[in-house]
């Protein structure tokens, strides 16, 4: 049974940061993908960054300089430093590990992150 917890949501003024940490346990392939999603009342949710195992990174275009994605292979764990905060990056943001061609796909629980204006 594969486990993941995530923390470090919060509220937080726009310009300010936070760091989300995901810890993945259970039976997992070195070779995966470990991601950030986020997610708003009534919309989809979407990628925020991911980042594989071998060290490829993607970043949603709104972003991109301002969210840098990170992982300890070790550790099976990921973060995401989000710095430049503004209001719109308000949402429920959901860790997310998955390998084997998407075939075994993992969700954390979800953290809010709130960022007044």
């Known amino acids: 049974q594969v486990q993941l917890v995530e923390s470090g949501g919060g509220l937080v003024q726009a310009g300010g940061s936070l760091r989300l940490s995901c810890a993945a346990s259970?039976?997992?392939?070195?070779?995966?993908?470990m991601g950030w999603y986020r997610q708003v009342p009534g919309k989809q949710r979407e990628l925020v960054a991911s980042?594989?195992?071998?060290?490829?990174?993607v970043y949603a275009d709104s972003v991109k300089g301002r969210f840098t994605i990170s992982r300890d292979t070790a550790k099976n764990t990921a973060y995401l430093q989000m710095n430049s905060l503004k209001p719109e990056d308000t949402a429920v943001y959901y860790c997310?590990?998955?390998?084997?061609?998407?075939?075994?796909?993992?969700w954390g629980q979800g953290t809010q992150v709130t960022v007044s204006s």
């Open positions: 997310n590990l998955r390998y084997g061609m998407a075939v075994y796909n993992y």
């Open positions: 259970g039976s997992i392939s070195r070779i995966n993908t």
């Open positions: 980042i594989t195992s071998g060290g490829v990174l």
